[in-house]
């Protein structure tokens, strides 16, 4: 049985015994960004599509060679989709889902360029990469890996990272606390 209650999906497993539910963090913002991919691509693929049959040129290759761009672009466009759950995080891609323990991982790193990511490894060679601004957009993602980030540390697995997550949940508790303050009219 699935309920949806705002940024969370709570499942109930009627096998688990003494387990009503399980919750589930998600990104509450990928709907939107799929739809953006989509329209994007759908955008691009008609304004290509229509400028040739204002030409007079359209037939059924150039229709769909700009049908496979269109494709393209929304290919290249489509977000990961971010879910947690008790000492796991998974990334779901165009492709496949990636996922790792949280309270078994070795290495947290940010990697910088064009698009910053957040880069977890786990004890068992499973590795994600996501754009950190999902965590600070969804506080139950965030609260989710956190307390795996814990756990590993308390273990003594986790020995790279402590920079970058200190960032991370430094800018992520201001954001929120100004959030807080703007909502209650301090700022």
């Known amino acids: 049985m699935r309920a949806r209650h705002g940024g969370y999906v709570r499942r109930t497993h009627a096998g688990e015994p003494g387990a009503p539910g399980r919750v589930l963090a998600r990104d509450r913002g990928w709907r939107r960004e799929a739809r953006s991919a989509w329209?994007?691509?759908?955008?691009?693929?008609?304004?290509?599509?229509?400028?040739?049959?204002?030409?007079?040129?359209?037939?059924?290759?150039?229709?769909?060679?700009w049908a496979v761009i269109g494709v393209t672009l929304v290919a290249v466009l489509w977000p990961a989709r971010v879910t947690a759950g008790e000492n796991w995080l998974a990334v779901r891609g165009l492709l496949r889902e990636r996922r790792v323990r949280t309270d078994l991982l070795t290495r947290v790193r940010r990697s910088d360029g064009m698009s910053p990511r957040l880069v977890l490894r786990d004890v068992g060679g499973n590795r994600v990469e996501f754009d950190p601004k999902v965590l600070a957009a969804n506080p139950l993602l965030w609260h989710r890996l956190d307390t795996g980030v814990r756990r590993a540390r308390e273990s003594g697995l986790l020995r790279e990272g402590a920079m970058p997550l200190g960032a991370l949940a430094d800018r992520i508790d201001g954001d929120g606390a100004r959030t807080l303050l703007r909502s209650a009219g301090l700022e």
């Open 39 to 65: 329209l994007c691509g759908l955008g691009l693929g008609g304004a290509l599509l229509l400028a040739d049959v204002a030409r007079g040129s359209v037939n059924w290759p150039r229709g769909g060679c």
